[in-house]
């Protein structure tokens, strides 16, 4: 049996960028994957400007399909067009399938159905790990495995589908709130990215039981005139982050909770926790001679994150509550609008925005 300094488990974008700089800082690693790559990962596929920031930062390429140069908003009636830095559309088979390759670090096709110790277990086999990194998205295993409820069904995740559409081409990001609510009276939004010749499109709810939204995302395109595909779903993250791991084990990506629970964007921090985690394992092995620092450490360099996190919960539950009334949408919609824009280009944290109102 091999060992190796890290063990990855998942290869999404926070595993991949894990491997990734593991394998830059002279570490032995290996990334598992139930899932044969190029595999698909229901998703927008939005890469907005801070996540394809530091994806050029850390020197790697990627493929693009579309790009928004203005993002549509409709909420309680009224149409918000906004024109930032652009988001980049990709299509996740082929982007994490990218990313993986670049990393240089073996694949293994293998189901992890625990961690013991320093042990992954796995349907086919056991991998050794002196550090272990759960990046095994919203429902991790290895969270589980440690203790640490993260994924607790729709009490800490929202429910979104999506499919790739055929249709007309478009530079404009739409962002409909309108419809979801108007349609499951539920707070959410549908989306339409696009992609060239057509568009990735879907519609998420959150804050309360999941409910199947394929119709409604059929009937969406449709309408937009565009042709769904296959429509698939997928448990998304609402900012619920009990915990980030133990020990020797960290959790990177979703499987830490870490999506911005108010607008679903979850790439910029797998991408950020992936690196995060491969510094610390490596600070922890090759600077400290002991795996039993690397949580320690990685507490320390995400605290920020998980800041930033723990912070969109809280903002998407006064969404829930102000974000189907029309007088609240007319108060705050443009003012909240320009301080995601911020946030998404990278300019500012909500932390950094919401000082002035934590001080009220
Ligand atoms: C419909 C939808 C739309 C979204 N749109 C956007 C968007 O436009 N922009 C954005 O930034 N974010 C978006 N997100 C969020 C984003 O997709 C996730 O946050 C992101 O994929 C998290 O990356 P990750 O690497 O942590 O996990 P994942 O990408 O989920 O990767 C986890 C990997 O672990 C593997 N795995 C899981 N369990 C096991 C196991 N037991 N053994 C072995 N392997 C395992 C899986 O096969 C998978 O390959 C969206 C999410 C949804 C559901």
Known sequence: MSVYDVV???AGPAGSIAALVAHRLGLKAVVIDR?????EKPCGGGLTPRTWKLLNRLGV???VYGSCNAIETRAAGYKYVLRKEPILITRRPDFDYALLKQSGVEFVKDQVVAVKGNTVVGKMGEYVGRVIIGADGATSVVARSIGIMNYQGHKTHAIAYMTIAKGPPSDTCVIDFDTVINQTKRVGYAWIFPLGEGANIGAGVGWGPWIDLRKLVVDYAEKAGYRAGEVRGHPLSLGHVAGVGSRHVLLAGEAA?????TTGEGIYYAVSTGAAAAVAAYAALKIYGNEKYAHGIYQELIKEYVEEVKKTRLLSRMAKTLGTKRWAV???????????????TGEATYSLLLKPVEKL
Not at 257 to 261: E, M, P, R, S, Y
Not at 330 to 344: D, S
């Open 330 to 344: 007319k108060l705050l919609g443009r003012r909240l609008l320009n301080l995601y824009t911020k946030v998404y």
């Open 35 to 39: 899932l044969q790559p190029p595999r």
């Open 61 to 63: 390429e990627y493929p």
């Open 8 to 10: 990855i488990v998942g």
């Open 257 to 261: 909770g870490l999506v911005d629970a």
